[in-house]
């Protein structure tokens, strides 16, 4: 042991006489890092306890025992543009480049309930794709197999487009019970306390259309994941990546509670849960990040409910490269940076991944640089081969230790939402608001100072270089939008409108009912036509507008 101490008080001399006027360094989370981390930090008697082995409590080391050397990650990309021909024609020219995940990212028109005839014409397919009656998802599916590769849809209450996708697939022959997917925008939290524009459903409401949302879910579409927890949207609004991870298990317990108050048992549900996070580039963070969350909330589904199947306590989740690290400046930096994330994710053990593309900061992608989205994915995995290990750092001093330091932040967000009543309630009185928006202004004022470098904005500058500039964003042809429209209103027409006067009034009723299944209507409505538009109004108005609460 002698020679150990004096190795290391010899190095620690030689490393203050270096760094005399060093300062304090801190993570995202604001953890202090040392410059060098040892058996102090971290001892293998606790290998049982903190980190034990693939696939069994207490989860830190993935929860499939291959872990992705035998299930590799499902590599996903966010496609939105243009109308639904459009969203099908990438899609398909990405399938034949290896994407085996399909997401469906509709136009901001459709993320704040309006059809496409009820705002103006230039906010059409820019955003996103334009999708506003199982007609429109018919095309967009038009060809893809469906029956064969999981479906990720930005489904916001009250979830038409899973039931736009729902009624497709009843054209088609396939089995709902046969689908698998994720409504990956059930979360209304996420929306009410970070992202407004998806926010259109009173509260109250909002909760009772996501519950009813899980329980059609798990009757009908037993492998669907009818609920994804978002961790993302609290990250982009300013959370450390500690916070995110502690306000989405917050998030996730009181779901769970919901349910449990429901009359369902924690095992009929649990093993739907799902989550979605961001990865931002502070890579050794975001690593501990996604370990800890795993241990947490296995720990969370034994203690707290009693969870005895195996797959209740399973952390899957779903992650996507950060967008708020790309710049606008030096935009092809941003290719280094998605692939910084990506490893940092899939080191973390995440079931699939989003990477963006590095365009993203300026608009949506080009096509060009979502195939180098892509790409980046299959060049980590089959040519740096970072699925051959399943968890490659676990036993790193540096990543054992901040795991822990992490575990701790998380735990102590919980409890300060535990104590503000549970996440609703938190969210209802702004303390969640508050957290994000005191995060926000902390790192921003970081960025400012120069003490967090960004590389080509506040630091290593260079003449801008129109060579380094991606193409101009994809437009829509006026004329092709003009014909939708037309097209759109001579199909409203067409429809059979005493079949969507039913299916309305259907729905109305069961917003008014206390023992009616709201998102069955909403099926039903899909099914006989009945817009996307005309769903929202008038589920707003039986339950109400969504009004997000505005905090000092």
């Known amino acids: 042991m002698s020679n150990f101490e004096d190795a290391n008080a010899a190095w620690l001399e030689g490393y203050r006489a270096?760094?005399?006027?060093?300062?304090?360094?801190?993570?995202?989370?604001?953890?202090?890092?040392?410059?060098?981390?040892g058996p102090e930090d971290w001892s293998q008697d606790r290998h049982l306890a903190d980190l034990g082995f693939p696939g069994q409590s207490p989860s830190t080391r993935g929860i499939h025992a291959t872990m992705h050397r035998g299930r590799p990650w499902s590599p996903r990309l966010v496609v939105g543009l243009?109308?639904?021909?459009?969203?099908?024609q990438r899609m398909r020219s990405l399938y034949d480049m290896g994407l085996t995940g399909l997401?469906?990212?509709?136009?901001?028109?459709?993320?704040?309930?309006?059809?496409?005839?009820?705002?103006?014409?230039?906010?059409?397919?820019?955003c996103g794709t334009v999708i506003s009656s199982a007609e429109d998802m018919r095309v967009c599916l038009e060809g893809l197999p469906v029956d064969k590769h999981s479906v990720s849809l930005g489904c916001t209450a009250p979830h038409s487009l899973s039931a736009f996708m729902f009624a497709v697939a009843k054209q088609r022959g396939i089995p709902w019970s046969?689908?698998?997917?994720?409504?990956?925008?059930?979360?209304?939290?996420?929306?009410?306390?970070?992202?407004?524009?998806?926010?259109?459903?009173?509260?109250?409401?909002?909760?009772?259309?996501?519950?009813d949302h899980i329980e059609w879910m798990n009757r009908e579409a037993p492998r669907w994941n009818c609920l994804s927890v978002v961790g993302q949207h609290m990250q982009q609004a300013g959370a450390t990546p500690a916070e995110a991870m502690g306000l989405t298990i917050s998030s996730a317990i009181q779901f769970a509670y919901d349910l449990i108050e429901r009359g369902h048992d924690p095992d009929t549900f649990l093993p739907r849960f799902s989550y979605f996070f961001d990865i931002s580039i502070s890579f050794f963070e975001e690593i501990a990040k996604f370990r800890a969350g795993r241990r947490v909330w296995d720990r969370i589904t034994a203690e707290r409910f009693g969870a005895k199947d195996p797959r209740s306590r399973r952390f899957r989740f779903h992650a996507q490269t950060s967008g708020v690290d790309l710049t606008r400046q030096q935009p092809l930096n941003n290719i280094a940076r998605v692939a910084i994330q990506a490893m940092s994710g899939i080191f973390g053990g995440l079931q699939s991944l989003h990477t963006d593309s590095y365009d993203e900061a300026l608009g949506s992608p080009t096509s060009a640089a979502a195939q180098i989205a892509v790409a980046t994915q299959h060049i980590l995995r089959d040519e740096a081969h970072l699925d051959d290990v399943i968890d490659p750092l676990g036993g790193s001093y540096y990543v054992e230790n901040l795991t822990n330091e992490m575990e701790a932040k998380i735990e102590a967000v919980i409890q300060k939402i535990d104590d503000a009543g549970g996440m609703y309630r938190a969210s209802e009185t702004g303390v969640v608001q508050n957290m994000l928006g005191d995060s926000a202004l902390d790192w921003q004022n970081k960025i400012d100072s120069g003490e967090q470098i960004a590389v080509g904005v506040n630091a290593h500058k260079l003449p801008d270089n129109p060579a380094d500039r991606p193409p101009p964003q994809e437009r829509l042809d006026k004329d092709r939008v003009e014909s939708y429209l037309s097209n759109f209103a001579t199909w409203k027409q067409d429809r059979s409108q005493g079949a969507v006067q039913k299916a309305i009034d259907d729905l109305a009723r069961a917003c008014n009912s206390d023992d009616e299944n709201v998102y069955d209507r909403v099926v039903k409505a899909a099914m006989a036509n009945v817009t996307h538009g005309e769903i929202c109004a008038t589920v707003r108005q039986e339950l109400g507008n969504g009004e997000p609460l505005i905090v000092p």
């Open 18 to 37: 270096g760094m005399s006027d060093e300062q304090v360094r801190k993570n995202r989370s604001g953890i202090d890092i040392k410059p060098l981390y």
């Open 82 to 88: 243009g109308l639904p021909e459009d969203y099908n």
């Open 103 to 126: 997401f469906v990212a509709p136009c901001n028109s459709h993320m704040r309930g309006f059809d496409p005839d009820e705002v103006e014409p230039e906010l059409l397919g820019t």
């Open 178 to 211: 046969q689908l698998t997917g994720t409504t990956n925008q059930s979360d209304y939290l996420s929306h009410f306390t970070a992202l407004h524009m998806f926010f259109r459903i009173a509260l109250p409401g909002q909760r009772r259309l996501m519950l």
